[in-house]
């Protein structure tokens, strides 16, 4: 039976005569058996996707006993899982040398109940194609199927049912052996050829990226020469742009247009502002109506050349001296007073009459344009070549002293009209008055309007005027042109008097009886819209002209002229003349004029 053994492995360690195999002494092995755990293992054979095999290895036992049989393997007892179930590490490739590490710390097993199955060689293609191998898989020796005190027993009876036990023991392990070697072995190769696999990949990517680096350094030479080729183009295009808009800009005409709305609220503020501050420095004299006449003239027997200043002015307007004999007329005769000297120092006085010989040339220049020039210019052209030529004036370092000088100019004229409201400890303080709230913002206002394309202007018609024999005669345009006036009705409390809100609506003949142009406040603010091609569009009314009227019967105007005081303005217009016109039989005659 020996002999027969020997044939089989040559390399079967010669037997004494006792035919009693050598026993290794017993010690433990010097790695952590739990450590590597190489367990008997069933190979099966599954059909992986894309017709490839895979290889599993299917643990026959849960556990083995950590004895040590006759031929000196010691046995390793794995505890179960507490769960019951068997351990399933990752599936992946092994490592060279590992396969012959962990088989030399482990003794072999039966594997009777292993035979391998033609499918299962391990010579097959499935078997060397598979990618995943199990390294946690429990490959422990297999459950023997004689157990211990059944081999022992035998063993005593007699010495050649023992010697035939013992061969059968070790036809078994050399069996079992001999499977574990191969199936290592296919393990190995496996992992070995995933390695040579993986080694081919990894150069194959190598040699990808390589050309791919390349032909990106190839390709990046040209790249960069185009890009400064296009930065240099694009410089020289933005500067060509450059030129092209300063072209364009210098073709394109002045336009600063204004919008009726703003001017408007600008001419309100203006208006606003005037008549809120005369109402402050006249209140000392209209609080108390027999005081404010006392001090009134005794102011002008003390100056008598202020109070001829002011009653001078109030002369050339007729409509002011016949709105001074009506009551409660006082602050409307100085705002109105006002409102005139800006209107014809400012509003009606190009530049305010600083730079006369540039205002010739300009206007030269104007008329050389609309008649001398070969194609003639339309006025929207000439309109906006003398915007542009006033905002450059206006924007000049020179004019700037000629603007501050005709401020305080106008303001110390203007100022000087109402000296005689003002005491003399107070008079710097009355003057800066006017130039902050009366003589300044109306100068800005008007070097905006100046320099708008749209032409602004300001328009005034009393309808009053001095008779060839001193006597104030009135036009019969006021009734006419009553729907463009903002009429403030004194006999009413100042009531707006709307024509279309009276009905019945009265006849003209009720009109000529009934209403009283009393006096003219604020001139009227007009715009003017050039068009192409010479066209003038009618003007646009922005701000109606404001005035004070007397609505109501001869009876009711007389009775509101009797009951009222009589106005501080009026004393001093008619101081030396009282005694005369009393004589004569009170006011001054009025008639109107045919």
């Not at 027969?4 to 195999?21: F, I, K, M, N, T």
């Not at 000087?416 to 003399?424: A, G, N, V």
């Not at 009775?559 to 005081?565: L, P, S, Y």
Request: hydrophobic content about 35%; glycine content about 4%.
């Amino acid at each position: 039976m020996m002999e027969d053994l020997r044939q089989v492995d040559p390399a079967l360690p010669q037997h004494r005569e006792d035919h009693s195999p050598p026993i290794p002494d017993k010690r433990p092995l010097d790695v952590d058996a739990g450590a590597m755990i190489l367990d008997d293992s069933r190979l099966t054979y599954s059909q992986a996707p894309g017709n490839q095999a895979t290889a599993t290895i299917d643990p026959v036992s849960p556990h083995a006993t950590s004895d040590t049989d006759k031929m000196g393997f010691t046995k390793v007892e794995i505890p179960a899982p507490e769960n019951g179930a068997q351990s399933s590490g990752p599936r992946q490739a092994l490592p060279k040398g590992l396969v012959a590490t962990r088989f030399n710390h482990y003794p072999a097993s039966n594997s009777s109940r292993h035979p391998l199955s033609p499918s299962s060689t391990v010579t097959s293609s499935s078997f060397v194609e598979c990618d995943l191998i199990d390294l946690g898989a429990d490959i422990s020796s297999p459950s023997r199927e004689f157990s211990e005190k059944d081999v022992i027993p035998n063993a005593r009876d007699g010495g050649g049912e023992a010697d035939s036990s013992d061969d059968s023991l070790l036809r078994r392990e050399i069996m079992e052996l001999r499977y574990r070697l191969k199936s290592t072995t296919a393990r190995a190769e496996i992992a070995e050829e995933k390695v040579e696999r993986a080694e081919r990949r990894i150069g194959e990517i190598k040699s990808t990226v390589t050309s791919t680096i390349t032909e990106i350094e190839k390709d990046t030479a040209p790249l960069a020469s185009k890009i400064n080729e296009l930065s240099t183009e694009n410089a020289a295009l933005k500067e060509q742009l450059r030129d092209a808009q300063s072209h364009i800009f210098s073709l394109q005409p002045y336009r600063k247009e204004l919008t009726p709305e703003e001017v408007g609220r600008e001419y309100d503020d203006l208006v606003e502002g005037i008549s809120d501050w005369v109402s402050k420095f006249m209140d000392p004299y209209l609080d108390d109506h027999e005081k404010g006449v006392e001090d009134l003239m005794t102011a002008t027997r003390r100056r008598p050349s202020d109070a001829l200043k002011l009653k001078q002015v109030i002369h050339q307007y007729p409509d002011l001296v016949h709105g001074a004999v009506f009551p409660e007329t006082d602050e409307d005769i100085i705002v109105a007073t006002i409102m005139r000297f800006i209107n014809e120092n400012i509003f009606q006085n190009i530049m305010y009459g600083s730079i006369a010989n540039y205002v010739e040339v300009l206007s030269f220049v104007e008329t050389a344009l609309q008649n001398h020039v070969d194609p003639k210019r339309d006025l929207f052209a000439i309109r906006t070549w003398t915007a542009e030529a006033y905002n450059a004036i206006l924007s000049s370092r020179d004019f700037k002293g000629c603007r501050e000088k005709k401020l305080r100019e106008l303001t110390i004229e203007l100022a000087s009209i109402f000296k005689i409201f003002c005491r003399r400890d107070k008079i710097d303080a009355f003057f800066r008055s006017f130039e902050q709230i009366c003589i300044k913002p109306a100068m800005q206002l008007y070097e905006k309007i100046q320099v708008s394309t749209n032409h602004f202007y300001f328009d005034i018609n009393p309808y009053i005027v001095w008779g060839g024999d001193g006597e104030m005669q009135t036009s019969t345009d006021f009734l006419d042109n009553l729907q463009d006036l903002d009429c403030k009705n004194i006999v009413q409390n100042r009531k707006a008097f709307n024509l279309t809100k009276i009905d019945p609506q009265p006849t003209k003949k009720e009109l000529y009886h009934h209403l009283l142009n009393v006096c003219t406040l604020t001139p009227a603010l007009y715009m003017r819209q050039i068009g192409r091609k010479d066209v003038i569009k009618e003007p646009q009314l922005v701000r109606r002209q404001r005035m004070l009227v007397a609505w109501g019967p001869q009876e009711k105007r007389d009775r509101f002229q009797e009951n009222g005081d009589r106005t501080l303005l009026s004393h001093l217009y008619y101081a030396k003349s009282d005694r005369e016109r009393q004589e004569a039989g009170g006011w001054t005659n009025f008639r109107w004029g045919g």
